[in-house]
């Protein structure tokens, strides 16, 4: 989203992270690197809740959707939207799965698969 409306003359970006609520705070709490996007971490009942509430308190003129599903489908946004779309362009190595690799190994030794720990 941020790079959409960069490219396309955005007066500038709020910051949500003042405004966040709930789980949307905490997330903001583990992940401090995240920056000024408001990251939609799951579709829950509370979860949805406190999206709208965040998008709510955050005073921007537009809200830019740039989350795989169209959020307007999931919560109520009483401010004008704009929906951008991407394509992910792995570029270099060690790529995408070569960066899982080490994460899907670690996970998997720890998972106890069938006759295991029996």
Request: neutral net charge; glycine residues 12%; aromatic residues 6%.
């Amino acid at each position: 989203g941020i790079v959409a409306a960069e490219r396309f003359g955005a007066a500038g970006i709020v910051d949500p992270r003042p405004y966040a609520v709930g789980s949307i705070r905490d997330t903001y709490t583990r992940y401090p690197n995240t920056g000024p996007v408001l990251p939609a971490m799951g579709y829950g009942a509370e979860q949805t809740t406190e999206l709208e509430e965040t998008i709510r308190a955050v005073p921007a003129d537009v809200v830019v959707i740039a989350t795989p599903i169209d959020l307007r489908h999931v919560v109520r946004i009483e401010k004008p939207c704009v929906r951008v779309r991407y394509d992910l362009e792995v570029r270099g190595d060690p790529g995408l799965s070569g960066l899982m690799a080490p994460l899907m190994a670690r996970w998997s030794s720890k998972v106890e698969g069938p006759g295991k720990g029996s």
